[in-house]
């Protein structure tokens, strides 16, 4: 079964700073990943995608992250924080199931969250 | 292109009561997933609609149900509700189904009391 482990519930940057945050995940084959972002009170917004190609993958807002297989990793960076990244970040892990009846899809796994703050 | 719209927004029920959730999916998009986002949680997942039928379920209840209509939209019903059932519901739809990136709608804030 596919799990997602984020290592740090809440992680608190200065404006400008370096952000990562962190990401290990479980799965049985070589899985999609995924960083989602969610605002306050809002849905939640793709920032990048890991799907079996490059291992290092940019997303939107400056954002990237690099997949890891031996580490089982999918760390989330940005070299340079800005005030509206404060934001909840979801780090998710996508896999092919198959159900008893015979009918399948993608289901996606997703982490308990890690809250950024961004001092000014 | 129109992204994934849900409504309403926000919904108050009292606990025993029913209610049905809707949404609509991103323009050529035929899976539709529905998510339950307790406070201070990541989204659970409840079901996967594709081209009308149920095609994978989460560890939800039977009285979670839901529907795929031709035009790809769908609905996310809840019958005898139960305080626990408080949470943002969020609605995903992506091209089709497998291990493809999702894309969400806002979400409806369910309140039982």
């Not at chain 1, 954002?63 to 909840?88: G, N, V």
Request: hydrophobic letters at 30%; glycine letters at 8%; proline letters at 5%.
């Amino acid at each position: 079964a596919q799990s997602v482990t984020q290592l740090d519930s809440h992680v608190s940057v200065s404006e400008g700073t370096p952000v990562l945050l962190r990401c290990n995940y479980s799965s049985s084959y070589s899985p999609s990943l995924f960083w989602y972002v969610q605002h306050p009170n809002k849905g939640l917004q793709l920032l990048l995608k890991y799907t079996s190609a490059a291992t290092l993958v940019k997303g939107i807002n400056g954002f990237e992250a690099e997949f890891k297989k031996s580490e089982t990793s999918f760390h989330l960076t940005k070299p340079s924080a800005h005030m509206s990244d404060a934001a909840e970040y979801f780090c998710v892990v996508s896999e092919w199931r198959v159900e008893v009846g015979g009918t399948s899809y993608g289901k996606l796994t997703f982490g308990q969250g890690t809250i950024l703050t961004v001092h000014p | 292109e129109t992204g994934v719209t849900q409504s309403p927004t926000h919904l108050i029920k009292t606990r025993g009561q029913q209610v049905t959730l809707r949404c609509s999916s991103q323009s050529g998009h035929n899976t539709v997933s529905w998510y339950q986002q307790a406070l201070g949680q990541g989204p659970q997942f409840i079901f996967q609609y594709y081209r009308e039928e149920e095609n994978g379920r989460g560890n939800f209840p039977p009285r979670f149900s839901g529907l795929q209509f031709p035009n790809y939209s769908s609905e996310l019903n809840v019958n005898a509700l139960e305080l626990d059932d408080s949470a943002l519901y969020l609605c995903a739809s992506s091209e089709r189904t497998g291990v493809y990136e999702q894309y969400f709608g806002p979400g409806t804030r369910l309140t039982v009391t």
